[in-house]
RNA sequence: GCGGGCGUGGCGAAACGGUAGACGCAGCGGAUUCAAAAUCCGCCGUAGCAAUACGUGUCGGUUCGAGUCCGACCGCCCGCACCA
């Protein structure tokens, strides 16, 4: 019988439409069913969706679908992070407004989205860039800048002097700005800020609750916070040598085990002792300018050697008043973290090594490695930081290092240097507050004002939003609103003198940080959340997306989680329950003879005995196969999702997405890879017609091996979509599948079991490929739509065979199968085992010293 | 340099410490066809006619039994990078 191709490309918009008009993935908040909220990062509106989106959202999807057919209520909404950078680039290139720009790839984007079938609730849809959504990520700068989150300060920036504007680091190449190509210099700006490290402790030590999240995640986060205890130590220094107004250096340290090697101090070229040293020698002046040139090139510090400027300052050893310690100024010092300044033990640390070797400073070890002779042990090259027993240290020696650090910080703490410990124990955090000001349009809008008699006076939340101009040019450098005369200028709202409006705007991260909760009620006007309602949704129980992410965004929302519970906004811990962050979509790269890059579709392969060859489709020259790499505008390896739904469906696309390889792992987009998913489609398609059409005739119960085969899949997949495991859901759906395949094979499509096993099968594509389960679903006459059908029941009973077959290992080597009943006892077992003539053969005569039954799974004898 | 991860057929990969290679891709053989495509059936780690032997980066260990656990090494990938 002649069964029609499935034909994609009529048949899937025709199911859109259905779900669409029935509001099938509408969400109402309340619904009395238990809550489920699958979300995906939500994209940057570039221009058009790229293979990577499509695994992404094609994964939350599934789980969307899944859970929705488990009887969940459901939020899976979608989103557009849409202000940034490449909008104002294609304002400067293209003479296209931002707004404009923004909003033409948001409509291409949403409509190609939607060709995919994905199962979301667009009635939810914001845009980053809508005043309705900035207008309440303003007020809540205005809550966070109450509760005292918000920091005004300068910071360090790369500044383009020819576009003007600041850069991000990784805009910074080989030291010159990526557009202008001038030099970049450090300038030091006023910025706003948000006090991150105020959680720093918390964000730390939660990480450790977050056991639905990736280890790896939560390292890099935890590496990003960087907490490390340790010692504030007070050195006094010589009146004699010091610059008037200082007497007191204090350093900050992990090591105070090590007090007794110290060699050196050192502070950071910034160091407020370091200035005043300067003030009165140029030599030393000279160098820290030197310093703070050599920090603009970012390269050059990988390779910058340690170098430091003895200031003259003597500092006294906090246990020896005889001891005096040189103070220098350090190109390795940093201001920015601990106190910008530090004791230098070479012995136990390779910077300080690296130091006194340079400058002839020496070193003693104070720590002794186990089965060493403190005697003779002895450093040269290579700093000592492993464990050990103390050594030339007085009254630390033979101590351990935690009960030598334990010692130091005992002691120090009980003397007073003028009215304060010598020592306090810190717990300090690499972690620094997190700056959001952008000198760009295309950004929220800072809400405060600038006011000749009052400073900086927040905008009074009635008068938000504060809203972008749109009459605004892009034909000159640096921010469009500073040119912006009548926008700027403002009356200040608390002396009604002339001001003018805050230029900078936010930080794009800040726009991502609290679209999460934005999403449970995006259409409500006067506040930012309803508390409530986002606890009701909240944390999300599955968010899903790339593992770039991995520190900045995730740490950022953490941070926000906190802050907005702060201003009573949400009352949760933290925002995302299960993290998933997915791999990469790669392809083979393909040059021409010029070594041009060729894309994908331009090319021929062909297979001659055994190898791959490729060719230039138009001009039939011979293209040299590269490497694997992801897809990328700069190598032409990229496929459109367009071209493949255009010419396989969005289901077939879907499907490949998630059989090959593991979620979290890279997959490689081939060809072949497609045409494989594309056969399988079809192939669901022509065993369910062929059931459907067989099944009009007997009411034959059937088989019973192939109902325990629906069953067993059934059981597996549920159980791997749970743990996201896809690519092994799908091998179980393909078992399946080849099952039914072989019962119609022999004949027997017209029983219920058959019946029974294919409709089990369409609701195991269902979550993967619904519109061939929707089409799959009507051919086999059942009611209503796949989407909205339960999901079927395990019966457990049929995972149970009566009869098992156990392996049979001969000192562990396998020899043979035994077939016993589910329930024999290991004597029965054993019987068996030791008459089956394969493995009296094994085991050559020899008697079973020890027979080892691992119920339901194997038998090992010891001969 | 520090931290983490990963090494399994021609390829993507499976495998609660228990039959290594499920499932897919590619390939090979056959059926169907005038022929092809599509489809269906079979084979498909290496050596061997076979029985069998050997096989999860290398070497060692634990165990009745190791891809899986432990130690050392080799290779690749990722993150951080003067954080005291």
Known sequence: MAVERYNAKETEPRWQEVWSERELFRTHNDDPRPKYYVLEMFP???????????????????????????????????????????????????????????????????????????SLDWSREIATCDPSYYKHQQRMFLDFLEAGLVARKTAKVNWDPVDQTVLANEQVIDGRGWRSGALVEQRELTQWFFKITDFAADLDARLDTLDRWPEKVRLMQRNWIGRSEGLLVRFALDPATTPAGEDTLEIYTTRPDTLFGAKFLAVAPDHPLAKAAAAKAPELAAFIEECRRMGTAQEAIDKAEKLGFDTGIRATHPFDPDWQLPVYVAN??????????????????QRDLDFVNRYGLGNTPVVCPPGQDPATFAITDEAYDGEGTLINSRFLDGMTIAAAKEEVARRLEAETRGNRPVAERKVNYRLRDWGISRQRYWGCPIPVIHCANCGVVPVPREDLPVTLPEDVSFDQPGNPLDRHAEWLKVPCPTCRAEARRETDTMDTFVDSSWYFARFTDPKLDDAPTDPEVADSWLPVDQYIGGIEHAILHLLYSRFFTRAMRRADLVGLDEPFDGLFTQGMVVHETYRDRAGNWVQPNEVRIETEAGSRRAFHVKTSEPVEIGSIEKMSKSKKNTVDPDDIIASYGADTARWFMLSDSPPERDVIWTEEGVQGAWRFVQRVWRLVSEVAEAGKGSGDVGPLPLRRAAHRALAAVQDDIEDLRFNRAVARIYELANAIGAELQAGKGASATAREATRILVQLIAPMMPHLAEECWRALGQKGLVAEAAWPEVERDLLVEDMITLPVQVNGKKRADVTVARDADNEAIEAAVLSHEAVKRAMEGRPARKVIVVPQRIVNVVA
């Open 44 to 118: 940057y509106p570039s221009g058009r969706i790229h293979m990577g989106h499509v695994r992404n959202y094609t994964m939350g999807d599934v789980v969307a679908r899944y859970k929705r057919a488990r009887g969940f209520n459901v939020l899976h909404p979608m989103g557009w992070d849409a202000f940034g950078m490449p909008a104002e680039n294609a304002a400067m290139q293209n003479k296209v407004h931002p707004k404009e720009w923004t909003y033409a790839n948001i409509a291409t984007m949403r409509k190609q989205l939607k060709s995919m079938g994905l």
């Open 332 to 349: 390795f010092i940093l201001m920015e973290y601990g106190t910008g300044a530090i004791f230098g033990c070479p012995a136990h640390d």
